[in-house]
């Protein structure tokens, strides 16, 4: 079984890494339908749509080539590295960005992505 270390991940936009990014997550979900009827004592239940959702942070970095693509609303190609060549890649929206000053600390930044379509491993 593979283990991989948090410092070997990266993230990418397109063919452009992320720069100044320190953490990212990847979300899967699932719906789930109830399909019970009458009398059914126990539910039923019925996988539906799966659907995603990601988002990364780090230092805020308005020259880097990859933070300048990742725009309220812009429709982007993401991967999100485990290591040099296994990573999780899918279309997204940005869906949200957040800033964050304090005054002992460096500005961050956490760009929030919404799947649109599937999520592979490569």
Same mark, same amino acid.
């Given at each position: 079984m593979?283990?991989?270390a948090g410092y070997g991940g990266n993230i990418k936009v397109g063919t452009d890494a992320i720069g100044e990014i320190g953490e990212w997550t990847v979300d899967e979900s699932t719906d789930i339908h109830d399909v019970s009827a009458f009398k059914d004592k126990w539910k039923k239940k019925k996988g539906g749509q799966s659907d995603w959702s990601g988002n990364c942070t780090?230092?805020?970095?308005?020259? +880097? #080539?990859?933070?300048?693509?990742?725009?309220n609303g812009a429709e982007v190609a993401l991967k999100f590295? /485990?290591? +040099? #060549?296994?990573?999780?890649?899918?279309n997204a929206i940005v869906e949200s960005i957040s800033?964050?000053? /304090?005054?002992?600390?460096?500005?961050?930044?956490?760009?929030?992505?919404?799947g649109n379509g599937e999520l592979s491993y490569t």
């Open positions: 593979a283990v991989f780090g230092r805020l970095d308005p020259s +880097d #080539t990859g933070q300048a693509q990742l725009i590295y /485990v290591d +040099d #060549t296994h990573y999780y890649s899918g800033r964050r000053a /304090v005054v002992a600390g460096v500005l961050e930044v956490t760009f929030n992505f919404a």
